[in-house]
């Protein structure tokens, strides 16, 4: 591990600290980044923003670090789907190198170029998806170039510039608001008011009834939540050999998430013995990041696996998982969706 590395494990554990840890030290920059956040959003919120002429779902976060957000975006395109409509994707693409231009996404672009998410979701859904830094340019680019009646933005909460219709946050079940500070004294993007703004919170969680923060301090109702959780299917291989999957036993587990305990929590539940080998978020792997002096099997996240195809070999596995989304929130999600379809002009 890094020192760059250790030093923002140490940043995060202080974070999701009850007390705090030492990084409420830096509540004054704290102060500042909410009060800078708040100029920032009024200033878009103000400016003659375009108007997408269909649907736009954002599907964010208020804290940094991984929350399911992305499997949680693969089930709700899958069962949007399903019931008649057709939505496409954008996306900012995480370190995508798009040269100020958008991005059609396929299943064979180059993470390194596009994302390793959007990468990630075109293998998994039938879906258009188009990277951008721009989330304008990006919508505009995909209702150009098909046919969609709906637009889900994959992250971009905070990316005010896009005109949105429906606005869903996404939380860590177990790790929640942490110590509810801005950054960087805290894990927060915005002000703890923002939670009151968004039509819909979902709570990555195993547990039926998690404890929300209550808002009333800041003067923000609770909108109103649902869980969900990520059910793991069977190893699949990265390099695409026939071999049987490993069975349980001792393991390299690799993460490169926002969140790698989860992962590797998850590996534990089915049953294996892991040997952590945590990365940063978005981590571009080498062949030396997932080869290790035994024949361990080893295993990993889809959204690692896209950037490990080239180089694995028939000990590396990846563990799919599948966001189960209860059906009351799906069906409250498709109402909001209806009661705010822009109406057809002429």
């Not at 509540?27 to 708040?38: Q, R, V």
């Not at 991984?66 to 954008?90: D, E, F, H, M, S």
């Not at 995480?94 to 990630?120: H, L, Y």
Request: aromatic share 8%; charged share 20%; glycine share 8%.
């Amino acid at each position: 591990m890094s020192c760059w590395h250790r030093f923002t494990v140490s940043v995060t554990d202080s974070w999701y600290k009850p007390d705090g840890g030492w990084t409420t030290a830096l509540k004054p920059l704290s102060w500042l980044f909410a009060w800078l956040a708040g100029r920032r959003k009024q200033r878009y919120l103000q400016r003659n923003r375009w108007s997408p002429p269909v649907p736009v779902v954002v599907v964010g976060n208020i804290t940094v670090g991984g929350t399911g957000k992305t499997p949680l975006v693969t089930a709700l395109v899958t069962a949007l789907q399903g019931r008649g409509y057709r939505p496409g994707i954008i996306s900012r693409g995480f370190g995508a190198r798009t040269g100020g231009e958008p991005v059609w996404v396929t299943p064979g672009s180059d993470p390194a170029r596009v994302g390793d998410e959007p990468v990630m979701l075109v293998r998994q859904l039938n879906v258009p998806l188009v990277v951008d830094v721009d989330r304008v340019r990006a919508a505009q680019y995909l209702l150009n170039h098909c046919d969609c009646d709906l637009i889900i933005a994959d992250d971009g909460l905070q990316h005010y510039n896009l005109q949105r219709h429906i606005e869903l946050l996404v939380l860590d079940g177990d790790r929640l608001l942490g110590n509810r500070l801005c950054l960087p004294a805290g894990p927060l993007r915005e002000p703890l008011a923002r939670m009151g703004q968004v039509d819909l919170i979902l709570i990555n969680t195993s547990s039926a009834t998690p404890t929300l923060p209550k808002l009333g301090d800041v003067g923000a109702p609770c909108p109103e939540h649902f869980c969900f959780s990520l059910k793991p299917s069977d190893l699949v291989s990265v390099s695409g050999t026939m071999q049987p999957a490993p069975g349980v036993g001792r393991v390299h587990g690799v993460a490169g998430i926002g969140h790698p305990e989860r992962f590797f929590n998850t590996l534990r539940n089915l049953g294996y013995d892991v040997i952590s080998h945590p990365f940063p978020d978005h981590h571009p792997f080498t062949p030396a990041d997932i080869t290790f002096d035994d024949n361990l099997p080893v295993l990993m996240t889809a959204k690692d696996a896209v950037k490990c195809t080239a180089f694995a070999t028939d000990r590396h596995w990846y563990l799919p998982v599948t966001a189960e989304v209860p059906t009351p929130c799906l069906e409250q999600l498709v109402t909001m969706i209806d009661a705010r379809t822009p109406p057809v002009s002429g």
